[in-house]
Each structure stands twice: as C-alpha cells, then as structure tokens.
Nanobody, 119 residues
C-alpha cells in the first residue's frame, strides 16, 4: 500500500522555524519526484516544494522561495521540509505526495500535519 505520513507540524510565532517530515512506504521512493503541498480552509491545495528523485533539482513557488528548503533521504524513504522565517500566511495543513501525469497522484492524501503561525 502506497502511503505518505506527515509529521512535525505545530504552533510557531512569526519568524520562527519548523521542520516537517514525511515517511513514504509501499513504492520505490528513490525513483519518484516528490512534492510538498499545503491547504488552507476554503482554498485549493497548492504545492510549496518539489525535489527530483535524486535530490538534484529543487523548486519552489515565489511565495516560499528563500524560506523553505526541501530535502530527502532515499535510504530512509524520508522527505523533509525546513521552514524558516515563517509568516502568518504559511498557516495550513501540509502534505506530501508524488505527482504523476496531469492531476494524478501516486497515493491518496494522508492526514497531513498542521502548521499554525501565530503571535
């Protein structure tokens, strides 16, 4: 069973940092590009980081570029998201998944991990 389990969220003040983790299982993790996504109530889910299968190429939307860093450990089937200089608008539930073609994803969405940025 293909599965992603996210963890590491919490409550943090603006300007603070958090490190999210994503444990993957049930598929050859090292062969897939993986993305971090986030969703806020009432808004569509958006991607916030992507990393190629070997970790060689990382991309971010402008909204988080320079503040978020994605990494992976292919030996441990783990994905990470280091989030620095957090802003109020970063508050969301964060998910990881492997995009395929179009809108198709490798797995169903996991439970995600809640990140709340608040004074």
């Amino acid at each position: 069973q293909v599965q992603f389990v996210e963890s590491g969220g919490g409550l943090v003040q603006p300007g603070g940092s958090l490190r999210l983790s994503c444990a993957a299982s049930g598929f050859p993790f090292r062969r897939y590009l993986i993305k971090w996504y986030r969703q806020t109530t009432g808004k569509e889910r958006e991607w916030v980081a992507s990393i190629t299968s070997d970790g060689g190429v990382r991309n971010y939307p402008d909204s988080v570029k320079g503040r978020f860093t994605v990494s992976r450990d292919n030996d441990k089937n783990m994905l990470y998201l280091q989030m620095d200089s957090l802003k109020l608008e970063d508050t969301a539930i964060y998910y990881c998944n492997a995009p395929l073609t179009g809108t198709l994803l490798l797995a169903s969405w996991g439970q995600g991990t809640q990140v709340t940025v608040s004074p």
